[in-house]
């Protein structure tokens, strides 16, 4: 068989019952001496010692094929899952190149097959496999919920399962409504959903508690903030009229486009727990609008204030990441 023919051995499906392909390397080796028959026959042609170790279920029913040294021809495995599930397995359990590739490629169909594959057959380092390329998914791509419910459904490490419920806390892209079918979604118990409730409620809560405009001692300690009195400039009695002092922070002096700031950021924290949303342009633009309006505070510079809602921004992000997922 060419390389060519071989490579869409593994493209092309073909019927079952069908005479099985062989699979492209380096599943094809002529020395192997397991054969993994896929429910769609592709064989995949591999090596007893590399099954054994990585599963305890491949150790146990390859025990009966006697001694290592008198296995002349090759055993054949048939499997329930198919080649693609396969071909992946392998890959990430033989010593070869590429599998950072394969963390980065592997899509998010693929990982259910995989962990039902990695939990049937217990092999650990699959599973391991899978949870990484799932937590590093998690921030690229809105599949967050998905990934949660895998988390749940297959006891990944509970960092994981955090930062997943944290991403799906993020609004769907263009404010769309969410999709009608979530994958794995559907098989994610009443337990691990009511989990996501409370997390994401007391993620909120840790959100909202974050009292950013109280006198801040830290605030002296950013260079590039320097002090609060960048926003304390004396106002006259006709100027504090068109922009008067806060109600929330008057103690410090702010402005009032300061308490409508926080409003609005409350606001959008109670919706989606995260220091992204306090510091996006559409939530800046009002305060820098208002100050631009008045004939002191129009001298501040902008970027004091993207400063200071950077830095409102990280210790919101701290406090929520602080919240532990229950077990
Ligand atoms: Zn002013």
Not at 80 to 101: F, K, M, Q, S
Not at 105 to 122: F, G, I, Q, V
Not at 176 to 196: E, G, H, I, K, Q
Request: with cysteine; aromatic share 10%; charged share 25%.
């Amino acid at each position: 068989m060419s390389s060519e023919s071989m490579a869409e051995a593994t493209e092309l499906k073909t019927e079952p019952g069908t005479i099985p392909t062989t699979a492209s390397p380096p599943f094809d080796a002529l020395d192997a001496d397991l054969i993994i028959r896929t429910s769609d026959k592709v064989d995949f042609h591999v090596y007893k010692l590399i099954l054994r170790e990585a599963s305890p279920v491949f150790r146990d029913m390859l025990a009966f094929s006697g001694p290592s040294g008198d296995e002349a021809s090759q055993r054949v495995v048939d499997v329930t899952e198919d080649r693609d599930v396969w071909n992946h397995i392998l890959r990430i359990l033989y010593p070869i190149a590429g599998r950072n590739d394969l963390a980065t490629t592997l899509t998010h169909e693929a990982y259910s097959p995989l962990l039902r594959a990695a939990n049937k057959y217990d092999m650990a380092a699959v599973r391991e496999f899978v949870a990484r390329a799932v937590k590093d998914s998690i921030e690229s791509q809105s599949k967050a919920l998905q990934c949660y419910a895998l988390a749940c459904g297959y006891a990944f490490p509970r960092d994981v399962a955090e930062a997943a419920a944290r991403a799906s806390f993020r609004s769907w892209p263009g404010d769309r409504p969410p999709p009608r079918f979530v994958p794995d979604v559907p098989c994610m118990t009443l337990s691990a959903y009511n989990r996501l409730l409370r997390y994401r409620m007391a993620c909120i809560q840790a959100a909202i508690d974050v009292n950013y405009f109280k006198p801040f001692p830290s605030w002296d300690k950013k260079p590039k903030l320097r002090r609060l009195d960048v926003f304390q400039l004396p106002h006259s009695q006709e100027e504090d009229k068109t922009c008067p002092q806060s109600q929330m922070h008057s103690a410090i002096r702010l402005r009032y486009y300061f308490d409508d700031y926080f409003k609005r950021s409350q606001d959008a924290l109670r919706i989606e727990p995260s220091g992204v949303v306090v510091a996006t342009a559409s939530m800046l633009a009002p305060m820098l609008r208002a100050a631009e309006r008045c004939t002191q505070c129009r001298k501040i510079d902008s970027e004091a204030f993207i400063l200071l809602a950077n830095d409102y921004s990280s210790k919101i992000e701290n406090a929520v990441r602080a919240i532990r997922l229950e077990e």
